[in-house]
Nanobody, 125 residues
Framework: QVQLVESGGGLVQAGGSLRLSCVAS????????VAWFRQAPGKDRDFVAA????????YYADSVKGRFTISRDNAKNTVYLQMNSLKPEDTAVYYC??????????????????WGQGTQVTVSS
């Protein structure tokens, strides 16, 4: 089984930046598509960004395009989410997820079979 652990969340003012990390243990990390999702209180868990196994392809939700960047370092079994120009509406718990089976890249939650515990991001106005 794959274990995913997120870190890097916190409190930041609007316009600020944060970098989230997701470290994977067990399994062959370079074989998985990895994505970030987020969930605000009382709302569904929404797709944020995804990256292919080799990092050749990335995919973003329209709401974060141009502000967030997903990347990965397979040697470190780590995926990053660089978040710039943060807005109060970015406030949510951010989850890392791995797709070990379909190997598609995109925002369908059903493709992802392993999830981390989440890290809180709060953006103040």
């Amino acid at each position: 089984q794959v274990q995913l652990v997120e870190s890097g969340g916190g409190l930041v003012q609007a316009g600020g930046s944060l970098r989230l990390s997701c470290v994977a243990s067990r399994g062959t990390f370079s074989s998985y598509t990895v994505a970030w999702f987020r969930q605000a209180p009382g709302k569904d868990r929404d797709f944020v960004a995804a990256i292919s196994r080799s990092a050749y392809s990335t995919y973003y939700a329209d709401s974060v395009k141009g502000r967030f960047t997903i990347s990965r370092d397979n040697a470190k079994n780590t995926v990053y989410l660089q978040m710039n120009s943060l807005k109060p509406e970015d406030t949510a718990v951010y989850y890392c997820a791995a797709d070990t089976k379909t190997l598609r890249i995109g925002g369908n939650r059903n493709w992802y079979d392993y999830w981390g515990q989440g890290t809180q991001v709060t953006v103040s106005s």
